[in-house]
């Protein structure tokens, strides 16, 4: 086994696939591989003997399995759709072939370069402007302010993996989680830059996440109140549903959770205002 390989858990009947990222020696002295879900943003370990090697699937098939692809071809369509909306919208606004849409700026700090790509990729396809970094969670914290002031985004993703490392323990002890400590003290660094829970959305958190903390830290919405594994784009899905949805609406939680994959164990939140807005003209210049 090395870094870099694909390999299932037996104990777990394989039912995850993950991706080795490093090995450790643990208490009894016995080589232990660092694992990172790839369909899921969860960290884990396991002893080698208990790995087997498989193939790895193409990533993006792995992520956007038939469940997800509807999800995904419901917001592709509500972003086409929107094109249609402008009809209704050139009554009140007078010059329907000059008026345009601006979904809200996204910045996603992630600590998986490989699952930033794809979400990138999909903001695209949804039509949402989109900055992302691929920054390890332990040193999120230290960069965010910087990207902040650097990028000036409508809505703020801080996430990578993260595991509930010991279920006998105390849940609220941040101790048992690998990385909810660290999504919380980025989420506080981001609210010394705005403090303004519409001004700047957040969400926050990955796999088994510390939901309640990180919600109290200052995230509008978070991961995983059901200390469930959240799907790779689970961000992205409630993402979509702020970045689109007008600016005088106050958008409707169960909507924002209903969209993704994991729903109501998997991300909670608060009420948050929309980031879209109409305007006009495209331009004046020919």
């Known amino acids: 086994m090395k ?25 009894k002295n016995e080589k232990v591989a660092i694992l990172k879900g790839v369909a899921f943003r969860v960290i884990a370990d396991a002893y080698l003997d208990d790995l087997e090697e498989i193939k790895m699937p193409n990533l993006k098939d792995v992520l956007i399995d038939k469940n997800v692809e509807t999800l995904l071809y419901k917001s592709v369509r509500t972003a086409k759709e929107r094109q249609k909306d402008l009809n209704r ?4 606004l007078q ?12 910045l996603q700090v992630d600590g ?5 790509k794809i979400c990138l990729d999909v903001y695209t396809e949804l039509g949402i402007p989109a900055v992302g970094v691929a ?15 650097k990028h000036n985004p409508d809505i ?4 990578g993996h993260d595991a509930l490392t010991s279920r006998k323990g105390n849940i609220t002890d941040l101790n048992n989680y ?10 506080k660094q981001a609210r010394k830059w705005q403090p303004n829970l519409d001004n700047l959305v957040i969400f926050a958190g990955a796999c088994q996440s510390n939901y309640e903390q990180i919600i109290r830290a200052g995230a509008n919405y978070a991961s995983s109140p059901g200390r469930i594994m959240i799907h790779a784009l689970d961000p992205v899905f409630v993402v979509e549903k702020i970045a689109c949805s007008r600016i005088d609406t106050i958008v409707p939680i169960d909507e924002v959770i209903e969209q993704t994959v994991t729903g109501m164990k998997g991300v909670g939140g608060s009420e948050t205002r929309g980031k879209f807005r109409w305007a006009m003209p495209k331009s004046i210049l020919y």
């Open 112 to 116: 998986d370069k490989d699952y930033l």
């Open 135 to 149: 920054i390890p969670e332990a040193n999120q914290y230290k960069e965010i302010y910087g990207l902040l002031e």
């Open 156 to 159: 703020l993703v801080i996430t």
């Open 95 to 106: 010059f329907n072939s000059n008026i345009y849409g601006m979904p809200g700026k996204v």
């Open 3 to 27: 870094i870099g390989d694909i390999v299932a858990r037996k104990s777990y009947n394989q039912d995850i696939i993950f991706k080795i990222v490093g090995f450790s020696i643990d208490s």
């Open 178 to 187: 690998r990385n909810s400590l660290n999504f919380i003290k980025a989420v």
């Open 89 to 92: 919208a050139a009554p009140k």
